[in-house]
């Protein structure tokens, strides 16, 4: 299953609540297509999306990026400019 790092579930949670106020808001990832995935904020799952969890965040996931990022954690960073930077990392 997906992790994310401390500071990808501050990001994600930021990110989510400056642009939907639900309760079951959370960033989703869809794809790959062309080799990206899709992230948006959204206000709740779609059907069939997996849930992960980190602290406050919320993550839903697409079914085949959920197969995809099984084995994988997420890091966030924010830059110099304010742009919010995704890097996906092997677990353990």
Do not use: W
Request: net charge negative; no cysteine.
């Amino acid at each position: 299953m997906l992790t994310l790092t401390e500071n990808a579930s501050n990001v994600v949670t930021t990110i989510v609540d400056k642009q939907i106020q639900s309760e079951d808001a959370g960033l989703r990832i869809s794809g790959p297509t062309d080799g990206a995935f899709a992230i948006a904020a959204v206000p709740s799952p779609e059907p069939g999306d997996t849930l992960v969890e980190s602290g406050d965040a919320k993550v839903y996931l697409e079914q085949s990026a959920t197969e995809v990022l099984d084995d994988k954690i997420l890091d966030a960073q924010v830059t110099e400019a304010g742009d919010v930077q995704f890097q996906l990392a092997q677990q353990g």
